[in-house]
């Protein structure tokens, strides 16, 4: 038995409440394991065995288990009826047995020799207030993410400066062209984007700004007049509302803009400054205009880009000033959720005093946080929602791109990914291909049907799922800023992208007819003749099911070069590309149904 692959904690994913009256219990081992179980239950019941006291305990097989790149995920449910759990496990391997408590592994004998001298493990209180909980609304959003200004423009007789004409969608941009893109433009499209499916919009940062792209903020309690006023605003949220859509602003805090009223105050007065400490200043001798300050470290700022000097969100008062940003923003607004940027560089004393103000005002409001990596730090219930899941974007495109990786490898990778966080947390994910930030899906992939495909098989997991604008028509472009071009609508008009719109209006109501689609609950299916080894094709064959309801939901993508057998039970065909005859896929096709 491998002992250095086996891992458990009485606490983050390894042991945690679902709800008031669930505890998820999870334990990592290697692949030598066969069977685990789980012998748990009250810490003070007892009873008499053989006239001796005895703790009282329920043995329990483990029988759910994901199988990962290097390891076996196993996991149960239970339920405490009195709130608390003292636990261990039995792991067998083969003909060995070991009993695994938190001070190590020992035979039966050795434990039975020495029943009291073990550490078990225990959860000790399962209290509501720690509990994490998300805004149930988020789990069946599926947001849209506007660039506003490249995605429509509308009237603003206010704005006078020079714009361009609309651009067309082959036409590449750069951060200087201003095409006239605005919040009138948005809210003249929210028939559009209602007929679409869409209940959540994702504004990229709308607050006053010296750059394109408004990531460099000079004023978080103005609106750039290239995109509108406070009113207009209003309007937007107040008409989306009433669609049933929800709104998440972008919320830059990371660092401020160089024209930022502090930024500025600290250029003019340097240590003397009272604004000095809102900011991580290290010579304050550094030149007064963007240059090479930060690469030379005379100050820290985004990346290494001068003009985006970082805030120091240690500083109490900067963190008074960013919360009552935010509540202003659902005071003024009412706005339902903030997307953090640079999420992982900001204090986490700043997110949670974030999340608590943020709900003193809207107790279901959503925040989301900008974090590539690994983000189980921030998502224990008091910071954030949820982040963008990158790992899964990651896991589908590296399948469908690179073409000797199997369908065993995609299966550990998505089950990677669906156990990185609590369970509850998984199904409020940010789950997306492309974005603002990325080079567009269809551009990287190259080919029509398999961008499609990768949209089909990206919908059947848990989580908020979030289309860039223009990706529901195959928008292409480069990495930023290319990826930001004009919104296609003189084509979109003339129905040159029915087929696109129509696959993805039928993707976002599948999510929305069939529970089983957003469930945790996945399975991977292999066929003997998709390969000669099962596991080794390219056909991904996944059953959910929903486990308060019994739906079941499969679906069958094929990433590889020939057709595919439909051979599993099938009740209705609820969304199809390419599949003919009732009884094959084609390539770069799928087929998803309700099971019998």
């Given at each position: 038995m491998n002992y250095g692959a086996v891992e458990h904690h009485a606490y983050d994913t390894y042991c945690y409440p679902v709800n008031k009256d669930e505890l998820k219990i999870n334990i990592k081992t290697g692949k030598d394991i066969t069977q685990v179980f789980?012998?748990?239950?009250?810490?003070?019941?007892?009873?008499?065995?053989?006239?001796?006291?005895?703790w009282s305990s329920t043995r329990l097989e483990l029988t759910e288990r994901a199988e990962m790149q290097s390891?076996?995920?196993?996991?149960?449910?239970?339920?405490?009826?009195?709130?608390?759990?003292?636990y261990f496990f039995e792991l067998r391997c083969g003909d060995e047995t070991k009993l695994y408590f938190e001070d190590g592994f020992f035979t039966p004998e050795e434990v039975e020799q020495?029943?009291?001298?073990?550490?078990?493990?225990?959860?000790p209180w399962m209290n509501p207030v720690d509990i994490c909980t998300h805004p149930k609304w988020a789990e069946q959003t599926v947001w849209y993410q506007i660039f506003p200004a490249r995605f429509c423009h509308g009237e603003n007789p206010a704005y006078t400066k020079e714009i361009l004409p609309w651009a067309g969608p082959d036409k590449a941009v750069d951060n200087s062209e201003q095409y006239g893109g605005n919040?009138?433009?948005?809210?003249?499209?929210?028939?559009?984007?209602?007929?679409?499916?869409?209940?959540?919009?994702?504004?990229?940062?709308?607050?006053?700004?010296?750059?394109?792209?408004?990531?460099?903020?000079?004023?978080?309690?103005?609106?750039?007049?290239?995109?509108?006023?406070?009113?207009?605003?209003?309007?937007?949220?107040?008409?989306?509302?009433?669609?049933?859509?929800?709104?998440?602003?972008?919320?830059?805090?990371?660092?401020?803009?160089?024209?930022?009223?502090?930024?500025?105050?600290?250029?003019?007065?340097?240590?003397?400054?009272?604004?000095?400490?809102?900011y991580m200043v290290n010579d304050f001798s550094f030149k007064d205009r963007p240059c090479d300050n930060s690469a030379k470290g005379k100050y820290f700022a985004f990346a290494f880009a001068d003009p985006m000097p970082k805030l120091n969100t240690n500083n109490p008062q900067v963190r008074d000033y960013i919360c009552k940003v935010c509540?202003?923003?659902?005071?003024?607004?009412?706005?339902?959720?903030?997307?953090?940027?640079?999420?992982?560089?900001?204090?986490?004393?700043?997110?949670?005093?974030?999340?608590?103000?943020?709900?003193?005002?809207?107790?279901?409001?959503?925040?989301?946080?900008?974090?590539?990596?690994?983000?189980?730090?921030?998502?224990?219930?008091?910071?954030?929602?949820s982040v963008i899941n990158y790992p899964l974007r990651t896991a589908i495109m590296d399948?469908?791109?690179?073409?000797?990786?199997?369908?065993?490898?995609?299966?550990?990778?998505?089950?990677?990914c669906l156990h990185m966080y609590y369970s509850q947390t998984e199904r409020v994910?940010?789950?997306?291909?492309?974005?603002?930030?990325?080079?567009?899906?269809?551009?990287?992939?190259?080919?029509?049907?398999?961008?499609?495909?990768?949209?089909?098989?990206l919908f059947m997991f848990p989580g908020s799922t979030c289309i860039y604008y223009g990706t529901e028509v195959l928008l292409e472009g480069e990495h930023d800023p290319d990826c930001r071009r004009c919104m296609p609508w003189d084509g979109i008009e003339a129905g040159t992208y029915k087929e696109e719109l129509s696959f993805m209006k039928g993707l976002i109501s599948l999510r929305r007819k069939h529970p089983a689609i957003t469930a945790n609950k996945t399975e991977f299916v292999y066929k003997?003749?998709?390969?000669?080894?099962?596991?080794?094709?390219?056909?991904?064959?996944?059953?959910?099911t929903d486990e308060t309801t019994g739906e079941r939901v499969a679906g069958i993508f094929n990433f590889g070069n020939k057709a595919c057998a439909a051979s599993l039970s099938q009740k209705d065909t609820v969304l199809s590309k390419r599949y003919f005859n009732g009884a094959s896929v084609e390539a770069k096709g799928f087929v998803i149904y309700t099971m019998e």
């Open positions: 789980l012998i748990y239950g009250d810490p003070f019941c007892t009873e008499k065995v053989d006239g001796k006291w005895k390891h076996y995920w196993w996991q149960t449910t239970v339920v405490p009826p009195f709130k608390r759990c003292k020495n029943a009291d001298s073990h550490v078990l493990f225990i959860f919040i009138q433009g948005i809210i003249d499209r929210l028939d559009y984007l209602e007929q679409l499916g869409i209940n959540g919009l994702y504004l990229n940062p709308i607050n006053l700004a010296t750059s394109q792209h408004k990531y460099d903020t000079t004023d978080y309690l103005e609106i750039d007049p290239e995109f509108g006023t406070k009113e207009k605003l209003c309007e937007l949220v107040k008409k989306a509302h009433s669609r049933g859509m929800r709104v998440m602003l972008d919320g830059v805090f990371n660092h401020s803009g160089w024209f930022f009223f502090a930024w500025q105050d600290v250029i003019k007065n340097r240590e003397n400054s009272k604004y000095a400490d809102w509540e202003t923003w659902v005071k003024e607004y009412d706005i339902d959720a903030i997307r953090l940027d640079v999420a992982n560089e900001i204090s986490h004393v700043l997110c949670n005093e974030l999340r608590t103000r943020m709900h003193a005002l809207k107790d279901d409001f959503f925040i989301v946080g900008e974090i590539w990596n690994h983000a189980m730090p921030w998502l224990r219930g008091d910071q954030f929602d399948f469908a791109l690179i073409p000797g990786t199997t369908t065993r490898v995609l299966e550990q990778q998505i089950n990677h994910l940010l789950n997306q291909l492309d974005s603002h930030d990325t080079v567009r899906l269809v551009t990287k992939t190259g080919d029509k049907d398999l961008t499609m495909l990768q949209f089909a098989l003997d003749e998709d390969s000669a080894n099962a596991g080794e094709s390219r056909v991904v064959r996944i059953i959910k």
